[in-house]
C-alpha cells in the first residue's frame, strides 16, 4: 500500500442511509484532511486534523461528522444527506506545521457520492 | 488570507503545440506555490512547487512554471502537449506556517489537448 488509500471510490446512498467513508495514509504524515469537489465548483476544505485533533471546520453541515482515531486514519460520517451532496470527496494528508519539509498535500484518489 | 485566480476555465491546444495555464495569487506573506493535476476520475497530483531558490521549476511529464513575485503570478508551461495531458489543473498557494491547513486552490483550467 502507498500513499493516501480511500474506500469505498464510488457511494449510492438514498436521505435516510448512513454511511461512512474511509480514508487511510501510509506516509506517516501528522495532518489528514476532507475536501469536497462538486461540479464547476473549487476545492472546499472541510475538515481539518493536526495530531489527531481537529483544528478547522469550515462550517460544514452536521450531517457530515469525521472521525480521526489515529494519525492514519480518517472517517467521514454520513447521515441524512441531500442530493446536492453528491460530489467527489477527496482525502489528503501532509507532514504539517515546523517540522514540515515540502509543505504539499498527498491525495487519495476520492471516494464518488451520489444521493438519491 | 490568500486567493487564487485561474483566469482562463478551458485551454483547448492542439497536440505538439505549446500551452501555458495562468495562474495569479494575492497575499500578505510569503507563499509557497504548487501546481496538481488531476485526471478524470482520480484525485489530485503534485506536478510542481516552489518553495525558495530559483524562480523557474521544473516538474514532472516535462511542466515548468515561472514564480514571479512582482506580478503574483506562477504560470504552469510545456512546450509540446501529449494528448494524455489533458486533465484538470489547479494552481494553489499556502502560507509557511501551518500550510495544509492554509491551502487555497483557485478553481481549476480544463486543458484539453486535441488530435
Known amino acids: 500500500e502507498t500513499g493516501v488509500t480511500q474506500t469505498p471510490r464510488h457511494l449510492v446512498m438514498g436521505m435516510t442511509n448512513k454511511k461512512s467513508l474511509k480514508c487511510e495514509q501510509h506516509?506517516?504524515?501528522?495532518?489528514m484532511y476532507w475536501y469536497k469537489q462538486s461540479a464547476k465548483k473549487p476545492l472546499e476544505l472541510m475538515f481539518v486534523y493536526s495530531l489527531e485533533e481537529r483544528v478547522e471546520n469550515n462550517s460544514v453541515p452536521s450531517r457530515f461528522s469525521p472521525e480521526c482515531p489515529n494519525s492514519s486514519h480518517l472517517f467521514l460520517h454520513l447521515h441524512t444527506l441531500q442530493p446536492e451532496d453528491s460530489a467527489l470527496y477527496l482525502c489528503?494528508?501532509?507532514?504539517?506545521?515546523?517540522?514540515?519539509?515540502?509543505?504539499?498535500?498527498?491525495f487519495g484518489e476520492g471516494s464518488r457520492l451520489t444521493v438519491l | 488570507a490568500q486567493s487564487v485566480t485561474q483566469l482562463d476555465s478551458q485551454v483547448p491546444v492542439f497536440e505538439e503545440a505549446p500551452v501555458e495555464l495562468r495562474c495569479n495569487y494575492s497575499s500578505s506573506v510569503s507563499v509557497y506555490l504548487f501546481w496538481y493535476v488531476q485526471y478524470p476520475n482520480q484525485g489530485l497530483q503534485l506536478l510542481l512547487k516552489y518553495l525558495s531558490g530559483s524562480t523557474l521549476v521544473k516538474g514532472i511529464n516535462g511542466f515548468e512554471a515561472e514564480f514571479n513575485k512582482s506580478q503574483t503570478s506562477f504560470h504552469l508551461r510545456k512546450p509540446s502537449v501529449h494528448i494524455s495531458d489533458t486533465a484538470e489543473y489547479f494552481c494553489a498557494v499556502s502560507d509557511h506556517e501551518n500550510y495544509g491547513q492554509n491551502f487555497v486552490f483557485g478553481p481549476g483550467t480544463r486543458l484539453s489537448v486535441l488530435p
Open positions: 506516509l506517516g504524515h501528522n495532518a
Open positions: 489528503a494528508s501532509s507532514q504539517d506545521g515546523l517540522a514540515g519539509d515540502t509543505g504539499e498535500l498527498f
